[in-house]
C-alpha cells in the first residue's frame, strides 16, 4: 500500500466531510479514495470514520489517528518546503476556526498575515467548538470562553473583555446611562444561542462594588452576526466584546458607556491537536491572533482586577 496517498486521502475526506468533495478537490474518483481508505483501515485493523449517505465522521481510533495523521503529514509538508528553500516558511492551506465574535479584528487586518506569505492560504470557519478542530479538519480553532477537559492542547491568547456601548444617535435620543442601575431604562441588544436563554442579568466592578443589574432585551441575535451593526444602527445598548467593537468605536460609530465600570472578561484561546510539533503556517497564525488580543490595542476600559 502507498501510505502517503492513504493517509492524503483520509485526511482530505475528514477536512471534506465526504467522499465526494475530497475526491474532488484531489482530482481522483469518489471510489478510488474509499477503497483506499477501506484498505488503510483493513490494515490498521480498525475502522476511521463512520459512512452515512450524508457525511462521514471520525470513530473514537480515528480521532487519535487522524491528530497524529494531521501532525505527520504537516511535518513532512515543511521538510520538503526546508529541503527545497533552505528556509522553513509558512505554506499550503490554513484552516482556521473562530468564534464569530473575533472576526471583525481577524479580518480587517487579514492581510498582515498574508502579505509577507504568500505561499499561505487561509479557510476560515465560524466555530467555537474545540471538538471542530477533528470534526471538521482544522488547523487551529480560536475559542472565547472556558475549555471542558480534553485531549486536545489549548494555548492562552488573550482575554476578550466586554464593553457597554451605544450608537451617539441612540444617546441623543434616549439619554446616556452613567451608573448600572440606568440600564434598566433602556433598550438593550443581546446575542443568545438558539438552545440558550439570553442574558439578562449584566454585572459589573468598580474596585470593592459590584453591581447586577437586569436588562430589556429589545432585539435577541442568535446566530451572532449583526449584534454591533444593530448598535450602529441605533437598536439601543449592546454589550458586545471590546474587540468586536473597537474599530467603531474608533471611527466614532458608536460610544462606550460608564468606561469607570469593567464587565466579565473571558479567555480567548487556541485549540491544537498536539504541541509536540506546531506546524510553521499555525505559529505565524498564532502569533498573528496574539497580537491582535494584546492589550496595548485596547480600548481605554478598565479590566477586572
Keep these: 500500500m502507498d501510505k502517503f496517498r492513504a493517509l492524503t486521502f483520509f485526511s482530505r475526506s475528514v477536512e471534506a466531510g465526504s467522499f465526494a468533495g475530497a475526491a474532488q478537490s484531489l482530482g481522483v474518483v469518489p471510489s478510488a479514495l474509499s477503497k483506499t481508505i477501506t484498505a488503510l483501515e483493513r490494515e490498521l485493523g480498525f475502522t476511521l470514520l463512520n459512512r452515512s449517505t450524508r457525511k462521514l465522521s471520525l470513530t473514537a481510533e480515528g480521532e487519535v489517528y487522524f491528530a497524529r495523521c494531521r501532525q505527520a ?17 509558512p505554506r499550503g492551506v490554513l484552516r482556521v476556526g473562530m468564534h464569530p465574535a473575533l472576526r471583525s479584528i481577524a479580518f480587517a487586518e487579514i492581510a498582515r498575515l498574508l502579505d509577507p ?8 470557519f465560524i466555530t467555537n467548538s ?38 451617539p444617535d441612540y444617546v441623543r435620543r434616549r439619554g446616556e446611562p452613567k451608573q448600572p ?13 438558539p438552545d440558550e436563554e439570553p442574558n439578562t442579568r449584566w454585572e459589573f466592578i468598580r474596585g470593592r462594588e459590584k453591581q447586577v443589574v437586569s436588562v430589556v432585551a429589545s432585539l435577541i441575535l442568535r446566530d451572532g452576526v449583526g449584534l454591533v451593526d444593530a448598535g450602529v444602527g441605533g437598536a439601543g445598548v449592546l454589550r458586545p466584546y471590546e474587540f468586536a ?33 506546531v506546524p510553521a503556517k499555525v505559529r505565524v497564525f498564532l502569533e498573528y491572533a496574539e497580537s491582535l488580543l494584546s492589550d496595548g490595542r485596547r480600548l481605554p476600559v478598565r479590566a477586572n482586577p
Aim: hydrophobic share 45%; with cysteine.
Design 130 to 167: 474545540p471538538a471542530a478542530l477533528l470534526d471538521r479538519g482544522l488547523d487551529v480553532v480560536l475559542c472565547i470562553g472556558p475549555l471542558a477537559d480534553s485531549t486536545l492542547v489549548a494555548r492562552r491568547l488573550g482575554w476578550a473583555r466586554f464593553v457597554v456601548c451605544a450608537s
Design 117 to 124: 506569505h504568500p505561499h499561505m492560504k487561509v479557510e476560515t
Design 73 to 89: 503529514l504537516a511535518e513532512l509538508e515543511d521538510a520538503e518546503a526546508t529541503a527545497r528553500g533552505g528556509n522553513l516558511a
Design 245 to 277: 467593537a473597537r474599530r467603531h468605536v474608533e471611527g466614532g460609530a458608536l460610544k462606550v458607556l460608564m468606561a469607570g465600570w469593567s464587565s466579565t472578561r473571558h479567555p480567548v484561546s487556541a485549540v491544537l491537536a498536539s504541541s509536540r510539533y
Design 181 to 193: 442601575e440606568d440600564l434598566a431604562q433602556h433598550r438593550a441588544i443581546i446575542y443568545a444561542r
